[in-house]
């Protein structure tokens, strides 16, 4: 009973050590892509640093860096309670197997001694025919043998405790290790994310040497912004509009043809099966959209793809997400989709079939938008297009190249989606990069 209940103590914390190897793992995991990015970043920031003057660019890169650099933080200080959760059970773990051991020495021991003072052959038989009959002299020599048994067993419980003890030992000791050189880290990273904040005052000052520039730049890009918005919704004003003439042309025209054959045959009565939904003056904007089987199924198609629609650059990363968000000084603004961070000159693709609406300049970068059906996807801040008004694309088809911008050096595409007029988030529509 004894030997059960250590069983079951050790089974409990086996897993409990297995959740916490499991949770030690993902933390490590989470520390060596937050290492990678730092250094990535800690690269470009070299290279931007290198100008005499400094650039929103590096404040941009130092922002990032200090994120992630306290993020990396908070996840070493995560990784160290995990340790000394793990620290604390071994403990505890060696201290009740050297409890079990020593209790299982003390019970081997007395048995022990007591075999020591029976082991003679003489002592046995007499203890075996000192029975008053045949039936306790059988017991009495059953009892002999389950003492040599037992006194077996306890020396195979001693033996595997003891193995199970050292193993322990040495995982605390390694645990122990683990969490001084994360100790160490977790100092390093402290003194190099004070070291960057003192860098982000540093270009902050440099800055505001240049903040009437800087407010210009920023202007700039607002108007470039509100005038992005405007064509957006202008272009699908116009699609909404021309669908609607279209559909009512087409239902007229059906409708025509109808009475020209119902003539022909002789009848009065006038039946029209159109193709097209019927469009009326309040039909809405979706009707309007879907009116044809084509763009139906084409809207049906782009909704089926929800969550894996390929990202508008082979190589990416978020800038800038959907919604409510504050710049550099602070000023609330609103983002309708999502800035996406690439390559310089990289190529950006159209992330699912239909058909070129419209291609605007906007203070010198193009815009290009494609409609899905009842969906319409935008793609901005393009150098360059390889598309026209009309033309058919396919899913990843490269439609342009990215526009670098000379005052930061960073290449971002903003990518727009829309249902109507209404923008949607790209975050439930684009695949998980």
């Known amino acids: 009973m004894k030997f059960l209940k250590v069983l079951f103590f050790l089974v409990c914390v086996f897993a409990a050590i297995a959740v916490h190897a499991q949770s030690s793992a993902e933390l490590k995991h989470q520390r060596e892509v937050l290492t990678q990015q730092l250094e990535q970043l800690n690269h470009e920031y070299e290279e931007t640093a290198n100008n005499k003057r400094a650039t929103l660019k590096q404040l941009n890169l130092l922002k990032q860096q200090i994120s992630l650099r306290e993020e990396k933080i908070n996840n070493i200080n995560s990784e160290v309670r995990n340790l000394d959760n793990q620290i604390s059970e071994s403990n505890n773990f060696v201290h009740n197997l050297q409890s079990q051991l020593d209790q299982l020495k003390k019970e081997y021991a007395a048995m022990v001694l007591f075999t020591y003072r029976n082991q003679s052959a003489y002592n046995k038989l007499m203890f075996v025919f000192a029975a008053s009959d045949f039936n306790q002299a059988y017991k009495?020599?059953?009892?002999?043998?389950?003492?040599?048994?037992?006194?077996?067993?306890?020396?195979?419980?001693?033996?595997?405790?003891?193995?199970?003890?050292?193993?322990?030992?040495?995982?605390?000791?390694?645990?122990?290790?683990?969490k001084s050189i994360l100790l160490v880290d977790q100092v390093k990273e402290k003194a190099t994310l004070g070291k960057e904040k003192n860098s982000q005052v540093q270009v902050v000052a440099d800055l505001s040497k240049h903040e009437g520039q800087l407010k210009q730049q920023q202007q700039d890009v607002q108007r470039k912004i509100a005038k992005t918005n405007r064509e957006i919704n202008n272009a699908i004003r116009r699609e909404i509009e021309a669908a609607r003439r279209k559909a009512e042309e087409e239902a007229k025209a059906e409708q025509k043809a109808a009475a020209a054959k119902a003539k022909a045959a002789g009848s009065k009565d006038i039946v029209a099966i159109p193709k097209t939904r019927l469009i009326t003056k309040t039909s809405t904007d979706s009707e309007v959209l879907n009116a044809t089987p084509e763009a139906a199924k084409l809207s049906s198609d782009f909704l089926g793809n929800r969550g894996s629609l390929p990202w508008p650059v082979a190589n990416g990363s978020l800038r800038q997400g959907f919604g409510v968000y504050y710049d550099n000084e602070g000023i609330k603004n609103e983002s309708y989709g999502w800035d996406i961070k690439t390559n310089p000159g990289a190529s950006v693709r159209a992330v699912f079939q239909g058909e070129v609406t419209s291609i605007k300049n906007i203070s010198g970068t193009f815009l290009v938008m494609i409609k899905h059906g009842e969906y319409f996807t935008v793609y901005t801040n393009l150098k360059s297009f390889f598309v026209k008004e009309g033309q058919k694309v396919t899913t990843k088809q490269v439609i342009g190249t990215v526009a670098t911008?000379?005052?930061?050096?960073?290449?971002?595409?903003?990518?727009?989606?829309?249902?109507?007029?209404?923008?949607?988030?790209?975050?439930?529509?684009?695949?998980?990069?």
């Open 140 to 178: 009495r020599l059953k009892y002999l043998q389950q003492i040599g048994d037992y006194r077996v067993r306890q020396a195979g419980y001693i033996q595997e405790t003891q193995t199970e003890l050292h193993v322990k030992i040495n995982e605390l000791d390694k645990n122990k290790k683990e």
């Open 405 to 433: 911008d000379s005052s930061t050096g960073e290449a971002i595409v903003t990518f727009d989606l829309y249902k109507g007029y209404t923008p949607v988030n790209p975050k439930i529509w684009l695949v998980s990069n």
